[in-house]
T-cell receptor, first 109, second 114 residues
Framework: GQNIDQPTEMTATEGAIVQINCTYQ??????LFWYQQHAGEAPTFLSY??LDGLEEKGRFSSFLSRSKGYSYLLLKELQMKDSASYLC??????????WGAGTKLIIKP | DAMVIQNPRYQVTQFGKPVTLSCSQT?????MYWYQQKSSQAPKLLFH???????NEADTPDNFQSRRPNTSFCFLDIRSPGLGDAAMYLC?????????????FGAGSRLTVL
């Protein structure tokens, strides 16, 4: 079966750095996405990786290793507004999007 | 601004009383999706339209139906809501030929079943 694994919850301090990991087992691979979802709101797109390596976008970076079935989202200079769930999703060989359950990130002052 | 709009944002219904949720988009995307999301769970795809072509997920209950009368609008009908159907329903759109094919979500419709 197809599976996306990410930690259920993480806690970090304002101003610090946090890394949220995602591992996947899917039928083929056609890209990996990270979405941010604040409580009670819709997911919003953060990043897309289809080739190995690091994609940097301001305070957020996303890394992909296809051979390891692994990605991480790195958040720097954490702000209170970064408290949210972070969803990892992989597009498989049939172009179906397989979603993880999300990692709830709690930021403390 | 181009966007995806869902109505209503909050819907309360009684057990077994039909509900219709609506979604409209100004992005002119050719694909529209309906997802169900329960608390702390991954979004679950119910169905999607590629233009007018309807694609039903194998495990979507018959209780859920959808209509897409034109490019801009899509509806989700829940014929006889049960307590287990209480969830956030998310509409999303994408441009299938755009490479990354990123999904743009509406704000969601939260359904409560009494």
């Amino acid at each position: 079966g197809q599976n996306i694994d990410q930690p259920t919850e993480m806690t970090a301090t304002e101003g610090a750095i946090v890394q949220i990991n995602c591992t996947y087992q899917t039928s083929g691979f056609n890209g990996l996405f990270w979405y941010q979802q604040h409580a009670g709101e819709a997911p919003t797109f953060l990043s897309y990786n289809v080739l190995d390596g690091l994609e940097e976008k301001g305070r957020f970076s996303s890394f992909l290793s296809r051979s390891k079935g692994y990605s991480y989202l790195l958040l720097k200079e954490l702000q209170m507004k970064d408290s949210a769930s972070y969803l990892c999703a992989v597009r498989d060989s049939n172009y179906q999007l397989i979603w993880g359950a999300g990692t709830k990130l709690i930021i403390k002052p | 601004d181009a966007m995806v709009i869902q109505n209503p944002r909050y819907q309360v219904t009684q057990f077994g009383k039909p509900v219709t949720l609506s979604c409209s988009q100004t992005l002119n995307h050719n694909v529209m999706y309906w997802y169900q999301q329960k608390s702390s769970q991954a979004p679950k795809l119910l169905f999607h339209y590629y233009d007018k072509d309807f694609n039903n997920e194998a495990d979507t209950p018959d209780n859920f139906q959808s209509r897409r009368p034109n490019t801009s609008f899509c509806f989700l009908d829940i014929r006889s809501p049960g307590l287990g159907d209480a969830a956030m329903y998310l509409c999303a759109t994408s441009e299938a030929d755009s490479g990354a094919n990123v999904l743009t979500f509406g704000a969601g419709s939260r359904l409560t079943v009494l």
